[in-house]
């Protein structure tokens, strides 16, 4: 017989066998980068972002954001080291018109109180900038990136830029005319960048915790209705936060301390006294916090409401998700009320502030779940 031709008649078990390793999919034959790495240093970022709203809101809460007069992105960075450097601070701060109409008669160390908040939190910034910008570097220049994650990863760099300038407009808003505060409408807007690129981070993160084929074969399984109504929802979450900022931007949480009603009344009788009309949703304390208390209940109706269709779901982790966010939506309308009646106190108002983290970054890992549930269809989950 020629060599190379097997005879019909071998038995299996006396023929060489020639064994070959299985071929995964194109999915799981791709480049996989370093997926668990990227996700711990997004985790830090997470965590910084996290930080740096509260240090925003504590700067709000104690007025001292208009301590600092000038942007300098890099040698800001070095606070006043003389007693020269820090009259010349002070200098500038005197021109503002928080101090003339506000602040008039601070001595010198109640100024370097707030210069250190306002200095903190631009401090903290850099920093945030620096991890991002580090570690993108690392992976990038590693080979360590993930297909298709380039740009996403990039983008919360351009993001975290983007950010540090709206800070810096928003700053400058308060720093002429008569205003004592910042615009609220770019407090708003900075506020809402900042919650931007925490949920883009935490999106992210949940991504990167599960291999590409395993999404691909759990999106399958997924319930788009519920996705898509949690989506919903939190465009509404967002918006109450924007509507947050604009209360915090101009007090008006301290004008109305009382719950359910405000001063006595339901809608109160001065909510449309500005002129031109349209302020009234910006700057009149009155509406601007009613329009906040409305939107809250609205949040909390809806968290309900998609507890319950949720429990249609036959994964256990998709149930437990949205269970946890009902109850997180819950302590958020207690907190609100609250701070309502504590004329924002800032320690109830810090956690208030930071309960909106909490109900925003449960909303997304909500729908993620939705979208990419863990398990099987009888109520056994491996999350």
């Not at 997926?35 to 996290?50: D, E, G, P, S």
């Not at 602040?103 to 631009?122: P, V």
């Not at 950010?163 to 308060?174: D, E, F, K, L, P």
Request: no cysteine; glycine share 10%.
């Amino acid at each position: 017989m020629a060599e190379g031709k097997r005879s019909v008649f071998v038995e299996a078990g006396d023929a060489d066998v020639r064994e070959e390793t299985p071929r995964g999919g194109l999915i799981a034959g791709r480049r996989r980068g370093a997926r668990r790495a990227i996700r711990a240093w997004l985790l830090v970022l997470f965590a910084l972002v996290t930080l740096m709203i509260a240090v925003g809101g504590l700067t709000r809460l104690t007025d001292s954001g208009l301590s600092i007069t000038e942007w300098k992105p890099v040698t800001g960075a070095i606070p006043p080291l003389s007693e020269a450097d820090w009259l010349s601070e002070f200098e500038k701060y005197k021109n503002t018109p928080e101090y003339q109409l506000q602040n008039r008669g601070m001595t010198l160390d109640q100024f370097k109180s707030i210069y250190w908040w306002e200095w903190g939190h631009r401090l903290l910034g850099r920093l945030i900038g620096l991890v991002w910008a580090l570690g993108f570097l690392w992976f990038w220049l590693r080979g360590q990136i993930p297909p298709g994650w380039t740009g996403r990863l990039f983008g919360i760099g351009l993001l975290g830029g983007l950010q540090g300038a709206i800070g810096w407009w928003m700053v400058s808003s308060g720093l002429t005319g008569r205003m004592v505060d910042v615009a609220s409408y770019r407090l708003a807007t900075h506020l809402g960048i900042a919650f931007l690129i925490l949920g883009l981070i935490a999106w992210f993160s949940f991504r990167l915790a599960r291999e590409e084929e395993e999404l691909l074969q759990a999106r399958r399984k997924g319930d788009v209705r519920l996705a898509r109504a949690t989506g919903w929802f939190i465009a509404l979450a967002a918006f109450q936060v924007l509507l947050g900022a604009l209360v915090a931007g101009i007090d008006a949480g301290r004008g109305y301390i009382d719950w359910p009603l405000m001063n006595g009344e339901f809608l109160p009788s001065e909510s449309f006294d500005y002129e031109p009309f349209w302020s009234n949703f910006f700057e009149n304390p009155a509406l601007v916090q009613f329009n906040h208390r409305m939107v809250g209940y609205l949040v909390f109706a809806a968290a309900i409401w998609l507890y319950f269709k949720a429990r249609r779901s036959p994964y256990a982790a998709v149930r437990r998700a949205f269970a946890l966010l009902k109850g997180v939506v819950i302590l958020q309308v207690i907190l609100g009320i609250s701070t309502v009646m504590t004329a924002a106190q800032p320690t109830v108002a810090l956690v208030h502030q930071l309960g909106a983290v909490a109900v925003i970054v449960l909303a997304l890992r909500a729908r993620f779940l939705a979208l990419y549930p863990t398990g099987d269809a009888l109520g056994r989950d491996s999350a």
